[in-house]
Nanobody, 116 residues
Framework: QVQFVESGGGLVQPGGSLRLSCTGS????????IYWYRQAPGKEREWVAG????????DYDVAVKGRLTCSRDNSKNTAYLQMSNLKPEDTGVYYC?????????WGQGTQVTVSS
């Protein structure tokens, strides 16, 4: 069964930084791109970033480009989302996912709150 465990969230002031981690299991982690999503309060979950299976390329929503950076360590089945210059609108629960997952495979996510 595909599983994801996200961690690293917290409360941070505007302009601050966080690094989120996503550990995947139940699938061939190194064969799949990993996508990051955010669900802001009262809103639907939305895609924010993704990284290809090899880690050599990543893509970002225009709202976060230049402030978020994806990376991964396939030897640890873990992907990372480095977040810098955080803004209040970055607040939300962050999830990771992959194409081989189903709706039942979403993890608990990790809460990021950007507030002064």
């Amino acid at each position: 069964q595909v599983q994801f465990v996200e961690s690293g969230g917290g409360l941070v002031q505007p302009g601050g930084s966080l690094r989120l981690s996503c550990t995947g299991s139940g699938f061939a982690f190194s064969d799949y791109a990993i996508y990051w999503y955010r669900q802001a309060p009262g809103k639907e979950r939305e895609w924010v970033a993704g990284i290809v299976s090899t880690g050599t390329s990543s893509d970002y929503d225009v709202a976060v480009k230049g402030r978020l950076t994806c990376s991964r360590d396939n030897s640890k089945n873990t992907a990372y989302l480095q977040m810098s210059n955080l803004k209040p609108e970055d607040t939300g629960v962050y999830y990771c996912f992959t194409a081989v997952g189903t709706e039942d495979d979403w993890g608990q996510g990790t809460q990021v709150t950007v507030s002064s």
